[in-house]
């Protein structure tokens, strides 16, 4: 369907609100479309759809599965295929709730025949280091979106920020150049649009704004026509939802580079040796808490042929397979590994460990890099270890099968 349709993310709920007013304002003919998910103890989801004036409707819709984002699948869609053959709408808002993770609910929307133009996480840059050190669940600050929601307050912020390739960042006084900074170093290639809360209402629209622009494929100057430039030919198609995911991916994903301004550093280590594992699970604690945020892959000795995958927020750990190193996997198996995989591990490839490394990177205010990186160089294999082998390195205790689950 060619209604365009442009999600809004994040846990800033004042942000988020000014950040959707702004594109209703700004885009003639929107609409935002959103499910509250705060009354779904009650057994409900309630949906609201409004423009720049006001609610248009509103309507409840039943739990499915005691899930409030499963009744939040099964009615968006059909909704917004509703407002793409009424004709009249020219811009789908979807503003996500505060917990929902905009990957999900973009896959959803592209899944339902329709077009994902733009996403976007809405940050108050004050909030940015409280956010990312809030370990709490979910469930216990009233945010679960399931029974079964397991999630905390700081891994699912994480997400929000760096799925989305637009960040919509409000003005805020008690921002300073260390927050923005913050935000610059977790998500570099992000393009950051300024907004004012509370937004303007000054009844004039600008289809020109950096933030209508950022999101619909447009160039400033172009015609006011969602997905169109001047010129009348089709704009970029968007955001591409498969590349998105492909993104995400711990082999490939893009991580921040080196950084260290405005007291806040992030910490590139790469290393080709593998991690003896029970040093390095002695060392969790430390590596985790020494930073806001840090992310990256890395290998064990003992399981050489598992890409684990590090993510750590809120001063909680989450380590997962993430599957084979493509070093471990035969030949003929490579034609099924999607081409951005391939291509990542390429670009890294070691003579003798393939695409087997240790990237990780950590990011936060005050890093302490050099007793980081010693504490990280403590935990791979002595000279010794390395040169026993892999016969070797198997017979030791799997101290990661606990987190693992295996």
Known sequence: MSLPVVIVAGLHAAARRATVARLLADVPGSVALHHDLATAAAGTVVRTVRDATGILSAGETPLVNDCACCALREDLVPELRRLAEGGVTRLAVVELWDSVEPRTMAEVVAAGGLTVTGVVTAVDPALLLPCLGNGDDLADVGLAAAATDRRTVADTFARQLEYAPVLAVVASEEADDQDHELLAQLHPTARRIPIRVP????????????????????EAGSSDAPGREASGREAPAGFDVEAAAAAQHPACALLPAEADAHGVGTFVWRRRRPFHPERLYAALEDLTCVAARSRGRFWLADKPDVLLHWDAAGGALCVESAGPWLASLPDAAWDLVPPVRRAAAALDWHPEHGDRCQHLVFTSPGLDRDGLASLLESCLLTDAEYAAGRTAWQQWPSAFDTLLEV
């Open 199 to 218: 937004a303007p209402v000054d009844g004039r629209a600008d289809p020109h704004s950096a933030l209508a622009c950022a999101l619909l494929g447009r």
